[in-house]
């Protein structure tokens, strides 16, 4: 019995192949068929592990749909990898510079996608921007290792009077670049002690 121009090992029954129905039911639903290629559906989780042992164990590529979990799974030859990853989120993921605290963090990673959100507060001395909008490059927070960017990316910080440019690099630091307001060159302008400088970034992860 020949098998089909895919490569992918189904039997397909020829006119020369003695008739033979249950050679031929089984080669389109057995388990060298189609129903071990097709989304297989289930009730549970339980009612699949119960369904697919024996003869009939999973193999590398199988994927099933689980009624009860409402979830899209397929096997990679060892274990289940459901393709809907669950939401990742952390409230401690950041750790503030010196000079600065910690006042607030949430992230949240959707597969690769992730969604950071940081406020710290200015504990030091005024760091004033001058009448281009220029300061010295300032390290305010750096990201734990699960929420880092996978190259060096920029974003806007902001703190109700004014807003800048940071970075985030690979190592999770994130550095005020820039900082400026409707009245450059004053002295109330820059990260000023006491006011909270807030980042809100998304971005894809590779790995």
Known sequence: MPTDPYGQGIAVTALTDAPDASALAAALAGLSGLTPRTVMRFASASARSAALTGATAPVAGMTTWLTAEKRLDCYDGSAWVSQVPDLVT???????????????????????????????????????????????????????AAWRPPELIFGSVGDGFGQ??????????????????????????????????????????TT
Not at 90 to 115: H, M
């Open 90 to 144: 952390s409230t401690s993921g950041a750790t503030a510079a010196s000079g600065f605290s910690l006042i607030s963090f949430s992230a949240y990673k959707d597969g690769r996608s992730v969604l950071v959100n940081l406020t710290v507060a200015r504990t030091g001395a005024a760091i004033n921007s001058d009448d281009q909008g220029n300061i010295a490059d300032t390290d305010i927070a750096t990201l734990l």
């Open 164 to 205: 800048g440019e940071c970075s985030i690099s690979t190592a999770g630091l994130i550095t005020v670049r820039a900082w400026s307001s409707n009245g450059p060159g004053s002295s109330t302008v820059g990260l000023i002690a006491g006011r909270n400088i807030r980042l809100t970034k998304s971005f894809i992860q």
